[in-house]
């Protein structure tokens, strides 16, 4: 698997245990692809189920961009991204762990479900902090955030 620098970055971070690691820079700069790069090594990998869970201000953002993108990690890693895909409920089972994504619209979606860890897609089209708040503090591990 070809990685970059933005990745390299991000799993120093993940090492060295940041509760919270921010990624900030422009359109086509590769966070998102090498978030989810590092997103999907730790759950194919983890001894342990994990769920991660991928958010941004709406689904359909998802599905037509970090969920494409995570589909071609998964080809790029050897595997058929549809056998381990369930579209419906836009969720990916790598091994034992889950990575989900759902849109956060609004502040009744986020009441509840826990995950090991976090990734805000675009966190700057999210206007409400008190959602992102409610995420934070129902994630045990890691959150990751980008925006531009």
């Known amino acids: 698997m070809q990685t970059s620098n ?8 993940y ?3 940041h509760r919270i690691i921010i990624n900030k820079g422009g359109t086509r700069s ?3 692809y090498s978030i989810l790069q590092l997103l999907f090594i730790i ?4 001894k342990k189920p994990l769920i991660i869970s991928v958010v941004s201000y709406a ?4 599905r037509l961009g970090a969920m494409r993108e995570l589909d071609r990690i998964i080809t790029d890693f050897g595997l058929i991204p549809d056998k381990i895909k369930n579209i419906s409920n836009s969720y990916y089972k790598v091994n034992e762990s889950i990575i989900e994504f759902f849109g956060v619209d609004n502040l009744g979606k ?7 860890i976090l990734y805000v897609n675009e966190g700057n089209y ?12 129902r994630t045990r591990k890691t959150i990751f955030i980008d925006y531009n």
């Open 59 to 62: 689904l359909p953002h998802l």
């Open 110 to 116: 986020v009441h509840g479900p826990e995950r090991d």
């Open 126 to 137: 999210i206007k409400v902090f008190d959602i992102v708040r409610q995420l934070m503090v």
């Open 15 to 17: 090492q060295n245990k």
């Open 43 to 46: 759950a194919y990998y983890s």
């Open 30 to 32: 590769g966070k998102t």
């Open 6 to 13: 933005v990745f390299e970055k991000n799993l120093i971070a």
